[in-house]
């Protein structure tokens, strides 16, 4: 039997990245590669690539450039070294890095990446190959299902795609051009994943889209199936803990959501809704195509569903053409709906979008400081968020040893990380947690003295076999 060849894969930018990475490397295992930590070590080098990142291209042929010294490093020891650029950037400049980065093996787009052993075969006979296509098969039919054992090695949490691509069009956003049109995937076909990752200890499943709740896959009964239905159909597998979801837009919060966070208990009671600005002129620029009020009555809606729910949010500051008063809207929407957390940055173009063709720059210094000011706004929310907490007993999912030597760290159902000092036993269950203190993001507490020994659900199943 040949030896495994090491895969290294550094991956960057969201949730749905580090999905599609687990994936690269669940379409690799097969072709007998094995992950390592060192590039120096690896056989195979993928880079998967966000496009979001502020000069994001740029980066990916620094990083190229050094990933070229790696190379030729492993040639002198006689060994190859391939090299795969994938994700947004090689789906937006895929030409581009084809001919600037000759050591560069295989390009491949975030909807091709099920094609990734036979891209490096026809890499080795052709020198070089690139599929940037959005093909019309489902990739995620084509996937192999993960293995026991890396299931079990990802831990207790775990992503799973519903949902890709975009069709909201975002004056600054490359997301429709690089992830493509809005797709779903059917409802059998998740069910089955996340029951194959219930079946090996997962707890927690975050669904996961670009635009999640916009989510139409086809049902069981030949029609198509609202996220909410989709969840309370999730909620019945066994060994479940938690749902969530993300990313939302505020336009698409439909009743069965709202029902579903109403009547799940396993719909964890925290939502990130983007809003982005709380001026109506910048979100009309930004083709956000809601109002701050719509914004506002969405949020509402959540809460008359949901009373105990909190939301997280993302905020571009200095958008072209945004004034003192556009921010201070945003300010004022920010203070009226008192966020757990939130996302701030301030804007940057993305090429090949419609806002990169905005005039209207607002000054470097006037971002600065407005993002300042925001993200102190912010950070004092999610202050008295965690304050809160303190005195009350919050339900934890345990996830892992904390760095502190006899801690463990897990999540109460509004992410915030609760440290507890137990045994590792408790890793898997969801147990009640008194907060006794709380630092800037995280939770300290204590669990009532017969915890572990009389867990308040199903433990995780046992680890064991093949
Ligand atoms: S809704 Fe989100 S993913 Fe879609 S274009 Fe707007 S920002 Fe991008």
Not at 113 to 122: E, F, G
Not at 323 to 334: C, I, R
Not at 364 to 373: G, I, N, Q, V, Y
């Amino acid at each position: 039997m040949s030896a495994p060849r090491k895969l290294h894969i550094k991956s960057y930018g969201c949730q749905m990245n580090v999905y599609d990475a687990q994936r690269m490397v669940d379409t690799l295992a097969p072709e007998g590669f094995v992950e390592t930590a060192s590039i120096e070590d690896a056989d195979l080098v993928i880079l998967n690539t966000c496009h979001i990142r502020e000069k994001a291209s740029e980066k990916v042929f620094s990083e190229l450039g050094r990933l070229r010294v790696a190379k030729d490093e492993a040639a002198l020891r006689d060994r190859r070294m391939e090299i795969v650029v994938a994700g947004c950037v090689a789906q937006a400049e895929g030409e581009e890095i084809i001919r600037r980065a000759p050591m560069v093996d295989v390009v491949v787009g975030p909807q091709s990446y099920h094609n990734l052993p036979q891209l490096l075969a026809r890499a080795r006979t052709e020198g070089r190959a690139l599929d940037t296509e959005f093909p019309v098969e489902d990739k995620f039919a084509r996937l192999p299902q993960p293995s026991r054992q890396a299931i079990r090695a990802r831990g207790i949490s775990a992503f799973v795609t519903v949902q890709e691509g975009c069709d909201k069009f975002c004056t600054f956003c490359v997301v429709p051009y690089t992830r493509g049109a809005e797709t779903s995937r059917p409802v059998a076909r998740i069910v089955e994943d996340v029951t194959r990752l219930a079946d090996n200890g997962v707890r927690e499943v975050t669904l996961i889209g670009q635009n999640v709740n916009a989510y139409h896959g086809d049902g069981p009964d030949g029609r198509p199936w609202t996220l909410g239905r989709l969840l309370h159909r999730l909620a019945e597998i066994p060994g479940l803990a938690r749902l969530r979801y993300s990313t939302s837009h505020p336009r698409d919060v439909e009743q069965s959501l709202l029902e579903a966070h109403r009547d799940i208990p396993a719909v964890m009671p925290f939502v990130h809704l983007p809003v982005q600005s709380g001026s109506d002129r910048i979100l009309a620029a930004m083709n956000r195509k809601h109002t701050a009020a719509d914004y506002r009555r969405v949020i509402d809606r959540f809460r008359t569903f949901r009373p105990d729910i909190a939301f997280s949010s993302d905020f571009i500051v200095g958008f072209p053409g945004e004034t003192e008063d556009d921010f201070a809207a945003t300010l004022a929407l920010v203070a009226q709906i008192g966020y757990a957390g939130a996302y701030s940055f301030k804007y940057s173009p993305r090429a090949g979008t419609p806002a990169a063709d905005m005039q209207e720059m607002v000054a470097p210094a006037a971002m600065d400081e407005r993002l300042a000011r925001l993200q102190d706004l912010i950070e004092r929310q999610q202050h008295a968020f965690n304050r809160a907490a303190v005195g009350s007993t919050v339900d934890v999912l345990f996830e892992r040893p904390a760095r502190n030597d006899g801690q463990i760290v897990g999540r109460t159902p509004y992410l915030q990380p609760a440290h507890v000092m137990a045994s590792e036993d408790i890793i898997g269950q969801v147990l009640p947690v008194t907060i006794t203190r709380h630092e800037r993001y995280s939770l300290f507490g204590t669990l009532p003295a017969n915890a572990g020994a009389i867990p308040r659900q199903t433990r995780t199943p046992a680890l064991t076999g093949a």
